[in-house]
């Protein structure tokens, strides 16, 4: 009896595990690059969908729930799949609709299908897409170079209209989300994979270069070699509200080692969700509350003063008010020296500290403070914003809830470092 279980339990595994080798061949993580548009500051991540493939540019939208393409315009693919009403598909993607298309039936126009909610993070506004499938071609890495191309077939995303594309950088045609649901590229390639629910992003600091986004696990590198498995960590919180986005604990923001005098209520996310800070790769910089932005700028200010009395205040730069004459500063080979914006997590042990790469931005002849007032009653006190992210290895750990980080250029590296020369 035990002998013909295990006899059968063999020949099953054997089965899954050729049936897995004819259509994939498992890769251990995969990654898309992501550069910057300079005109829009958005971060544009390009998929690569149907048959025969088509390159997808798509706006990264970090704590966005899913993947949703312009399916109106010149979508052409015979892998495409409506999902049908009341399948698995639906129910993993948790809609909660199912509807019909009186236009001509084609790719996002069919009947008897669920229906999502595309949404545009710079217009804030949504609207109503079928859900479907269709295959996907991603880059495999080792780790430290591109490997092969990975079919990733039956891969849900949204249909949203052409008009959903309001707002978004030139030649971009959908949002690529990778918040926390089932139905974003980080769940999918866990569980088409078998990958842990991982995923790290490292946005790149110039528009000429390229970041990269890596999904399940691996040693990363980036040359020179970097020890990229010392990072720090912190939790991960979620807000009810808006539970599919990222936030962190942030529970005091010091400049050079000295507290700043700020509402530490403001810093919690309370009952209605309001307050606490998130990680956003929709705003190119960081918001923050306006007692917190005031409270911070004015430290900021008059600790460089102190520090570097020659340094001149310039005319605001909107939407930057703290501006400096960059010849009156003060440099080194890494760039700029300015005091440090520290931003404490859960103990003094774990900071994210800005340097002057993240903190200050060049506005003609003058280098300004690169934060934003986010006004008086916004819902989130604190969104740190791309520029803030750039340059920082961040590991989004979904099963410990927790994210891993670490500044690069201290380590000579640079997120546009990653080896993208294939190995033939
Ligand atoms: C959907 O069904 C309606 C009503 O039967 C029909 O008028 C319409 O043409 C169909 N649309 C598609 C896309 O098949
Ligand atoms: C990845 O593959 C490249 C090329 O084969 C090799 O040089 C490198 O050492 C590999 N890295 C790891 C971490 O296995
Ligand atoms: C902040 O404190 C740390 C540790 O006490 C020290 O190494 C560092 O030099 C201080 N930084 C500044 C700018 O005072
Ligand atoms: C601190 O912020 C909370 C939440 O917005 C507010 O209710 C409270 O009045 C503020 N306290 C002070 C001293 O401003
Ligand atoms: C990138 O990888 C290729 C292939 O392994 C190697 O020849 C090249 O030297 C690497 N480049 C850098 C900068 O490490
Ligand atoms: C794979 O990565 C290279 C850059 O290393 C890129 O040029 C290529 O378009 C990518 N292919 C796919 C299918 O994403």
Avoid at 57 to 74: E, Q
Avoid at 352 to 364: A, G
Wanted: hydrophobic residues 35%; contains cysteine; glycine residues 6%.
């Amino acid at each position: 009896m035990a002998s013909s279980f295990y006899h059968l339990l063999f020949i099953f595994t054997l089965l899954i595990s050729t049936t897995f080798a004819a259509t994939t061949t498992r890769p251990k993580a995969l990654f898309f690059t992501v550069s910057k548009d300079s005109s829009t500051l958005q971060y544009v991540v390009p998929i690569t969908q149907r048959t025969p493939p088509k390159p997808v540019p798509t706006t990264l939208h970090l704590g966005g729930p899913f993947v949703w393409v312009d399916c109106d315009r010149a979508y052409v693919s015979s892998t495409y799949r409506p999902a049908q009403c009341n399948s698995a598909s639906c129910t993993l993607a948790n809609s909660i609709s199912c509807g019909t298309c009186n236009a001509p039936p084609g790719p996002g126009c069919n009947n008897n299908t669920c229906g999502l909610s595309p949404e545009n993070p710079i217009t804030n506004t949504a609207t109503i897409g079928e859900l479907a499938s269709d295959l996907v071609r991603v880059n495999s890495t080792n780790g430290s170079n591109p490997g092969p191309i990975i079919k990733v077939p039956n891969f849900l995303f949204s249909c949203g209209p052409t008009f959903l594309l309001k707002c978004l950088a030139k030649g971009v045609q959908g949002v690529i989300g990778l918040g926390r649901t089932k139905i974003s590229p980080v769940s999918q390639f866990s569980s088409t994979f078998s990958f842990p629910k991982r995923f790290a992003i490292c946005l790149a600091s110039f528009t000429s270069d390229n970041g990269v986004i890596f999904f399940g696990d691996a040693p990363f590198q980036f040359y020179p070699p970097t020890d990229l498995n010392s990072l720090k960590y912190t939790p991960l919180i979620t807000n009810p509200t808006a539970p599919t986005e990222y936030f962190v604990g942030v529970t005091a923001i010091k400049i050079d080692n000295i507290t700043v005098p700020i509402n530490k209520s403001l810093l919690s996310i309370n009952k209605k969700g309001n307050g606490g800070t998130k990680l956003s790769t929709v705003n190119p910089y960081t918001l923050m509350e306006t007692s917190i932005y005031k409270a911070v700028t004015t430290s900021f200010d008059s600790r460089l003063k102190q520090r570097f009395p020659q340094a001149k205040r310039v005319k605001a730069a909107a939407p930057f008010e703290v501006c400096y004459d960059s010849n009156t500063l003060t440099y080194t080979r890494v760039g700029v020296v300015v005091p440090d914006i520290q931003l404490v997590l859960q103990n003094d042990n774990v900071v994210w500290t800005m340097y002057s790469s993240n903190s200050m931005v060049t506005v003609d002849n003058a280098r300004c403070l690169a934060l934003v007032d986010g006004g008086k009653n916004p819902k989130t006190s604190i969104v740190m914003g791309g520029y803030q992210l750039e340059d920082n290895f961040m590991q989004f750990d979904l099963p410990k809830s927790r994210l891993g980080f670490r500044y690069l250029v201290y380590d000579m590296t640079r997120c546009s470092n990653f080896n993208f020369t294939s190995v033939a």
